[in-house]
């Protein structure tokens, strides 16, 4: 990389990071507590994947992902996602024009810059792979014609614990299009307790005020690829992916696209950090959200928590 790439001034860094800091004050406005989870979001976004969140009803997923598109400015859409959901709820549909004797496609909730997927696992697998190629791809084919979807284009997922009646569990191609899995958790006791007493933040929503453009944002996406790897960073991340295909402890490795997630999520969480290149922290940051949902474990031997199980595996080179 040449010296004059702008990221490594440190002025254009520390700006950078001072506004994407400023987008997680704001989120704290209205999720509370979860500081580490809300920057894992932020990231998500910043590395231009896609992003799961797991947990039982009621912790603040939907509000989470409505908060994140009023933050951001970004224009938003909600797609409740039941058994009997069909694609064209999702994509669109086409509809023929007796006056012009064609069809004319109209656009489905997907064409928005942050999509809600809420409760994706209650619907059919057949309305889930609707996602498929916009998640992949950032288009939709209907009718044999190609339509873009807007940019920055984001999804959000959240998903009900799979023991829960009505639910469909998530096939492995589905989930390797999210880049990140996280949980959000149950509040801690002062943040619940200031719940219990002002109630929900949601209405709260509304009176943010975005902290930056959509094109700030495609902006600083199209920089995170920029952000300085050092070869025992590359070392590292790749020790990391070597563990999970030769210790055995693993049905099967991370995949090149997973480590290609790994890579990108941990150059996001440097430009969040203000960091002039990538550390081994910023590796271990993301790493549980990253990889864990793309593994499963060969032996009951292997804790539950795949993710925190290689970082304590795998050493810094």
Same mark, same amino acid.
């Given at each position: 990389?040449?010296?004059?790439?702008?990221?490594?001034?440190?002025?254009?860094?520390?700006?950078?990071?001072? +506004?994407?800091?400023?987008?997680?004050?704001?989120?704290?406005?209205?999720?509370?507590?979860?500081?580490?989870?809300?920057?894992?979001?932020?990231?998500?976004?910043?590395?231009?994947?896609?992003?799961?969140?797991?947990?039982?009803?009621?912790?603040?997923?939907?509000?989470?992902?409505h908060a994140l598109a009023r933050v951001l400015g970004l !224009?938003?859409?909600?797609?409740?996602?039941?058994? #009997?959901?069909?694609?064209?709820?999702?994509?669109?549909?086409?509809?023929?024009?007796?006056?012009?004797?064609?069809?004319?496609?109209?656009?489905?909730?997907?064409?928005?810059?942050?999509?809600?997927?809420?409760?994706?696992?209650?619907?059919?697998?057949?309305?889930?792979?609707?996602?498929?190629?916009?998640?992949?791809?950032?288009?939709?084919?209907?009718?044999?014609?190609?339509?873009?979807?807007?940019?920055?284009?984001?999804?959000?997922?959240?998903?009900?614990?799979?023991?829960?009646?009505?639910?469909?569990?998530?096939?492995?191609?589905?989930?390797?299009?999210?880049?990140?899995?996280?949980?959000?958790?149950?509040?801690?006791?002062?943040?619940?307790?200031?719940?219990?007493?002002?109630?929900?933040?949601?209405?709260?929503?509304?009176?943010?005020?975005?902290?930056?453009?959509?094109?700030?944002?495609?902006?600083?996406?199209?920089?995170?690829?920029?952000?300085?790897?050092?070869?025992?960073?590359?070392?590292?991340?790749?020790?990391?992916?070597?563990?999970? +295909?030769?210790?055995?402890?693993?049905?099967?490795?991370?995949?090149?696209?997973?480590?290609?997630?790994?890579?990108?999520?941990?150059?996001?969480?440097?430009?969040?950090?203000?960091?002039?290149?990538?550390?081994?922290?910023?590796?271990?940051?993301?790493?549980?959200?990253?990889?864990?949902?793309?593994?499963?474990?060969?032996?009951?031997?292997?804790?539950? #928590?795949?993710?925190?199980?290689?970082?304590? !595996?795998?050493?810094?080179?």
């Amino acid at each position: 990389m040449s010296s004059g790439t702008v990221l490594h001034a440190e002025p254009v860094a520390n700006a950078t990071a001072a +506004r994407l800091t400023g987008a997680l004050t704001a989120l704290e406005q209205i999720i509370v507590d979860k500081r580490a989870q809300l920057q894992l979001c932020v990231c998500c976004m910043l590395a231009g994947g896609h992003l799961l969140i797991e947990d039982v009803p009621g912790v603040g997923k939907t509000t989470l992902a409505h908060a994140l598109a009023r933050v951001l400015g970004l !224009s938003y859409q909600r797609i409740q996602f039941t058994s #009997d959901l069909l694609p064209a709820d999702i994509l669109g549909v086409s509809i023929f024009r007796r006056e012009t004797g064609n069809f004319e496609f109209h656009k489905g909730p997907v064409f928005s810059q942050l999509v809600l997927a809420d409760e994706i696992n209650r619907a059919t697998p057949k309305a889930q792979s609707a996602l498929l190629e916009a998640m992949e791809e950032r288009q939709v084919t209907a009718d044999g014609e190609t339509f873009d979807l807007p940019a920055p284009f984001f999804v959000i997922a959240t998903s009900n614990p799979a023991h829960q009646i009505g639910t469909f569990e998530l096939p492995e191609s589905q989930l390797d299009r999210f880049l990140m899995r996280i949980a959000l958790g149950y509040p801690g006791p002062a943040a619940e307790r200031a719940l219990l007493t002002l109630g929900e933040r949601r209405e709260m929503i509304a009176s943010i005020e975005p902290v930056m453009t959509p094109d700030e944002l495609t902006l600083m996406q199209n920089r995170v690829g920029e952000v300085f790897l050092s070869e025992p960073v590359l070392d590292y991340i790749q020790a990391v992916i070597a563990f999970t +295909r030769e210790s055995g402890a693993f049905t099967a490795g991370l995949s090149p696209r997973a480590g290609i997630a790994l890579t990108r999520a941990a150059q996001a969480c440097a430009m969040i950090e203000g960091h002039d290149g990538v550390h081994p922290e910023d590796v271990q940051q993301v790493l549980p959200a990253v990889v864990a949902h793309r593994l499963a474990a060969s032996t009951l031997d292997v804790p539950d #928590d795949l993710g925190e199980f290689i970082l304590r !595996s795998v050493p810094i080179p």
